[in-house]
């Protein structure tokens, strides 16, 4: 079964430091997408980055990127140059593409709440 | 603008009341879903839908029913709501490919 395992449930950053939020992955299907999502404290969901299994090469998207370590299970997300918006919760997330139904079903960790401070 | 709809965001009801939360997209995605969040836990699948008239349960359907009449909507009744059904819904839609998923704003549910 997938599991996602995210262990630090709240974080404090500096303003303009960067911070590595952690999360680790558990699956047996070789072929697999992770996700990162933002929810403010207003609640919605917000897509901030996507990691493909087999892709080679760590994804980045503006300030964000994800720190991929395949071999160790492990999907870290890096902000950089961290700002007062970033302040949230942040959730990992994992899809397999394998014969495991659920209709693009994403399994989420538990989230970790981050602080920026000035 | 591409979203995903869900109405109310906010509804306060009393136990066994049957309630509908309403969900809808303009993306033309086959796949949608509902997931609930609790604290500590995460957001947890309810059901999906892989398309029109194709409904599956989730991990925690226990309680929960929907439809898929139209692409667009996939709404989620609760036929006789309890206090443990207290949670902020999501839905969400997707093509059926390695697209991140839309989530809609929520809906914050409490069952007194």
């Known amino acids: 079964a997938q599991k996602i395992t995210q262990t630090q449930p709240g974080m404090f950053v500096q303003e303009k430091e960067a911070v590595t939020l952690d999360c680790t992955y558990d699956t047996s299907d070789p072929s697999y997408g992770l996700f990162w999502y933002k929810q403010p404290s207003s609640g919605e969901m917000i897509f901030l980055i996507y990691?493909?299994?087999?892709?080679?090469q760590n994804a980045t998207e503006g300030r964000y990127s994800l720190n991929f370590q395949k071999a160790r299970k492990s999907a870290n997300l890096v902000i950089s140059a961290s700002q007062l918006g970033d302040s949230a919760m942040y959730f990992c997330a994992m899809r397999d593409w394998g014969l495991t139904g659920g209709g693009n079903k994403l399994t989420f960790g538990t989230g970790t709440q981050l602080k920026v401070e000035l | 603008e591409a979203q995903v709809t869900q109405n109310p965001r906010y509804l306060i009801t009393v136990t066994g009341k049957k309630l509908t939360v309403t969900c809808s997209q303009n993306m033309n995605h086959e796949y949608m879903s509902w997931y609930r969040q609790d604290p500590g836990l995460g957001l947890r699948q309810i059901y999906y839908?892989?398309?029109?008239?194709?409904?599956d349960k989730g991990d925690v359907p226990e309680g929960y029913k929907v439809s898929r009449k139209e692409k667009r909507n996939f709404p989620l009744i609760l036929e006789s709501p309890s206090p443990n059904q207290t949670s902020l819904y999501f839905c969400?839609?997707?093509?059926?490919?390695?697209?991140?998923?839309?989530f809609g704003n929520g809906t914050r549910l409490t069952v007194t």
């Open positions: 969400a839609s997707s093509p059926p490919d390695h697209s991140p998923l839309h």
């Open positions: 990691q493909g299994s087999y892709d080679q």
């Open positions: 839908s892989m398309n029109v008239e194709v409904t």
